[in-house]
């Protein structure tokens, strides 16, 4: 086995590889093979008969962004000696929190995945499976269920004790609103339902008097969610409105503290999503 290149992939698609990068001087009757965490990568290479990387062949390969499952069970003990914690919840209550080691930590820092593509005149390399893709007789779906979500680290506080993720969008405190852009592409054209859905975390408490926390959240113009909830807690939002609310293209969710509770705003904005039927267009 001998490593000659490899490739970063920031998102998940189809990568090519050819000849022109280097690769038909290594290339010879030799059997190239991929791999990414430790783990091989199926491939498919055109002009592969004559056992030569010749000008005009290429190697296809999909490739994903880097996703943290596999590497976090390799370390799946690190967690044993954490601290356990007295976690707050938004209803009043409290329950003892032990962070673990989850993909999500790993996931943080970057999305750049790593693949290594070598020869290996031992093993039997993986191959794209060929099948035959010719369309049979079946309804035509018009919208598939799509997600936007918008989400920043910029803000971070490790002690907040909700999750393992101590990054954050924005600070807010007072009454200050802040806004956020969200992107919606494909709206149906008649009006439908979407989900709007996020989650804010109270850096501010008092454990003798509540509620603690009066927030309101809108999207454009429209209503999403009002509450009053409590501790130094993460607040989960999810509400269901008329598409009629959103607008193609990017859309403005603003959320603000009413301040008609004993505790002084301090809050930590995280993230929303939308979940909408996008509408397929016919081409």
């Known amino acids: 086995m001998f490593c000659c290149f490899f490739f970063f992939q920031a998102e998940d698609g189809i990568r090519d590889a050819h000849e022109s990068r280097g690769?038909?001087?290594?290339?010879?009757?030799?059997?190239?093979?991929?791999?990414?965490?430790?783990?091989?990568?199926?491939?498919s290479i055109v002009g592969e008969g004559d056992g030569?990387?010749?000008?005009?062949?290429?190697?296809?390969?999909?490739?994903?962004?880097?996703?943290?499952?596999?590497?976090?069970?390799?370390?799946?003990?690190?967690?044993d000696h954490w601290l356990t914690y007295l976690q707050q919840r938004s209803d009043g209550t409290t329950t003892l929190?032990?962070?673990e080691f989850t993909p999500k930590m790993l996931e943080l820092y970057t999305s750049i995945n790593v693949y290594w593509l070598w020869v290996d005149t031992v093993g039997e390399p993986l191959r794209?499976?060929?099948?035959?893709?010719?369309?049979?007789?079946?309804?035509v779906q018009d919208t598939y269920q799509a997600t936007a979500r918008a989400?920043?680290?910029?803000?971070?506080?490790?002690?907040?004790?909700?999750?393992?993720?101590?990054?954050?969008?924005?600070?807010?405190?007072?009454?200050?609103?802040?806004?956020?852009?969200?992107?919606?592409?494909?709206?149906?054209?008649?009006p439908a339902n979407v989900t709007i859905r996020g989650e804010l975390v109270s850096w501010s408490s008092n454990d003798n008097a509540g509620p603690d926390h009066h927030t309101v959240i809108e999207i454009n113009t429209t209503s999403v969610d009002e509450?009053?909830?409590?501790?130094?807690?993460?607040?989960?939002?999810?509400a269901a409105v008329s598409s009629s609310a959103l607008v193609e293209g990017i859309n403005l969710i603003k959320y603000?503290?009413?301040?008609?509770?004993?505790?002084?705003?301090?809050?930590?904005?995280?993230?929303?999503?939308i979940v909408y039927d996008l509408s397929l267009i016919h081409i």
């Open 23 to 43: 690769l038909g001087d290594v290339y010879k009757r030799q059997t190239l093979s991929l791999s990414s965490q430790g783990e091989d990568v199926a491939i």
């Open 256 to 273: 603000h503290s009413v301040g008609d509770t004993v505790v002084y705003p301090q809050m930590l904005v995280d993230w929303f999503e």
């Open 128 to 139: 794209m499976a060929v099948e035959d893709a010719t369309p049979v007789s079946s309804l």
């Open 151 to 190: 989400e920043r680290n910029l803000e971070y506080w490790e002690f907040h004790f909700t999750d393992e993720d101590p990054w954050f969008w924005e600070y807010i405190e007072s009454n200050s609103e802040g806004t956020y852009p969200i992107t919606v592409t494909g709206l149906p054209a008649a």
């Open 52 to 79: 030569s990387f010749d000008p005009g062949d290429y190697i296809l390969f999909y490739g994903e962004e880097f996703r943290g499952e596999r590497m976090a069970a390799w370390y799946a003990d690190e967690d």
């Open 227 to 238: 509450a009053y909830w409590d501790g130094i807690s993460r607040y989960h939002f999810e």
């Open 97 to 99: 929190w032990h962070p």
